[in-house]
């Protein structure tokens, strides 16, 4: 067994609790005015996520019975100084920060700049007041990919910024999925920058995930991040995304691992019936699918050990990253890593750390 | 016939995507045309059993990506595959693999037409 705080850990999965008065002084014009004007102040989108008339089911604080020392989670408002509380508690050298506001973004369906200007406005913002390589704090960019050209106008901000080391495309609401040819322009990108695509569920419609009606965030948290990226992996899979892009790492993350073998296993069937419906694969999707990367978080650590170890088996412990997701409601620290006990100290030291680290080339 | 083959019919009796299922010894196999040329292959599908042979003999689909944007545009390519009508395993008629994944293979057998006649060679 391995103490996390004598080995190199790298969380692929911070989130930054932002607020908008924090952000929206970095946006650009007209958006930085017309925010500033428009009475939302810190509540652009309800912090928590939640609210006693919600826009998704339940409370990221499940009432009260959650509390975070190191961060205003869930309303937001954090400080540099905060994130270098947190990882020192957690034993964390490392730590790629994402937007906590932006993981809604798939409920802005408007063709209009919100959701760029935000975006534009946060870089700056990470920019300027809390990122930091000497410290350990690198960020990932969030993509407003629903709109090619502002995409792009954000790899350009970032291309030389040393401290972004990829990109968030945040899988719920994605329409059409991330597969879709319109996306391509991006992906080029990405791979010639050698940025890795970090693909990251989100809350936005957990209340109507496929069908509306659901009582409890037990319902829809489960069923919706699940979905989220399921929805998005079989996409950028079946539509070629690994073979049009074959150098660009791709990165899912904040689903656990369990659902992987069972959507793998699946979609192979599929194949094996299907294939010419997915032309440019020379091999299974699964074969594809295990190449890729995956955050370990929300880790069920609960399931059989039998059922975990065929998953590390079939996705390679060489391709999981140690994500925390502090500050949000269901973070796992280091230790849910250090304590499986069907990996070995090098598996334990790859996925806390030296796999993120050459990745994401830290 | 010599030993070690199997008489089929006559060659001019096959139209392209014609098949001939035969016994040799205690399984079956298809004899199938397509482009002028005879194949020979297991009429049993690695999947289910089923008659693999005696689903429809077609090109297969294939894709062709013009660049980053493009639409991955489909179109019917050289290698002629037959698919088995139980589940729609497809099979390539040159070497009997399957066109997804070439870990499954339907045995196949030599062709040969000789004095206009089809024989499948069985050893």
Redesign the interface.
Known sequence: MIDPAEHLVVDCDWHYADTFDQIAPYMPEPWKTKFQNSGWDSTGVNQGLSAFFPTSTGNRSNYGKIDREFSDYPQGGDEKADVIEGMEFLDIDATLQISHLILAMGGVTADDRRVESFIKGYIDYMLAEVLDPAEGIYGLAPLPYHDIDASMDVLDRIEDERAFKGVVMVTAGASPPLGNRKYDPIYERCEALGLPVVYHTGGSGLDDYVRAGYEEMIETHTLGFLESNMSQIVSVACQGVPEKFPDLDIVFMESGVTYLPGLISRLDEEYLKRAEEAPLLDAPPGDYISDFYFGTQPLEESARPDLLEICFDMLGTEHLLYASDYPHWDYDSPNIITDLPMLDDEQRKDILGRNASEVFGL | MSDGEIEVGAADAFADGDVEIIEVGRVEVGVIKADGEFYALRNQCP?DGGPACEGPVEK????E?G??????E?RYGDDSIVSCPW????FYLETGE????DS?VVPSYDVVVRDGVVYVQTD
């Open positions: 999947h297969r689909l294939v894709g990506w660049g980053p944007g493009e639409r991955v489909q589940h729609g395993w497809s399957h066109i997804g994944d499954y």
